[in-house]
């Protein structure tokens, strides 16, 4: 069965420090992944995703994420955290069929001055 | 370009009732999906309609239903309101049959009392 997991639930980290956020998925194929924000009381944004070829893929607001296909890992870095960056952050694969996705249980992340 | 957005934001309904959420995608977008996410369980698939068909649908009550109109718009309805549907309901809008991200509309908080 398809699954996503974020070991971690919460996670703090000083402003200027740097940050990794954990994913570890269970899939058949090669998956598609994806990194989400999600503000409170806001909607989910897409950090980045990976579809294939290059394992480091870039994306937005300075997130990074690398691709091992041997660790069924996906995860999340940014070199230097800003205290805009305190959110829930979500790791997803899919899509499974058609557009279904499946979520990680997210990681909540606070940044402290 | 406008984004997704989801009407209304906010809804206070008793037990028994029930409620049609609104969802219009990206212009050009032709799926839609739909997430219901509470502190519990987390992101959960609820359906995906793509070209006004369902093509997918999650492990969900029958309460739960949804539509997609010719121009792509989608609603939901959930029947005879438990205190459980309390939740933030997500509507997402992908470009095109699979294999493509999705984008996030801010979200209808549903609270039943």
């Known amino acids: 069965a398809q699954s996503v997991t974020q070991p971690d639930i919460h996670i703090t980290v000083s402003e200027g420090a740097s940050l990794e956020l954990r994913c570890n998925y269970s899939?058949?194929?090669?998956?598609?992944l994806f990194w989400y924000v999600q503000s409170p009381g806001q909607g989910l944004q897409l950090l980045l995703k990976?579809?294939?070829?290059?394992?480091l893929v870039q994306g937005i607001k300075g997130f990074e994420a690398e691709f091992k296909r041997s660790q069924s890992s996906f995860n999340l870095r940014k070199p230097s955290v800003h205290w805009s960056d305190a959110a829930e952050y979500f790791c997803?694969?899919?899509?499974?069929?058609?557009?279904?996705?499946?979520f990680g249980t997210g990681t909540s992340l606070t940044v402290i001055p | 370009k406008a984004g997704v957005t989801q009407t209304p934001r906010y809804l206070i309904k008793t037990r028994g009732q029930q409620v049609t959420l609104s969802c219009s995608p990206i212009?050009?977008?032709?799926?839609v999906s739909w997430y219901q996410q509470t502190p519990g369980q987390g992101l959960q698939f609820l359906f995906e309609?793509?070209?006004?068909?369902?093509?997918n649908k999650g492990n969900f009550p029958g309460r739960f239903s949804g539509r997609q109109f010719s121009n792509s718009r989608s609603e939901m309805n959930v029947s005879t309101l438990e205190l459980g549907d309390s939740a933030l309901y997500l509507c997402?809008?992908?470009?095109?049959?699979?294999?493509?991200?999705?984008?996030f509309g801010q979200g209808t908080r549903l609270t039943v009392v």
């Open positions: 997402a809008s992908s470009l095109a049959q699979s294999n493509t991200e999705a984008f």
């Open positions: 899939y058949g194929a090669t998956p598609y």
């Open positions: 990976y579809f294939s070829g290059d394992t």
């Open positions: 997803a694969v899919g899509p499974l069929t058609g557009n279904q996705f499946y």
């Open positions: 212009s050009g977008h032709r799926s």
């Open positions: 309609y793509f070209s006004e068909t369902q093509r």
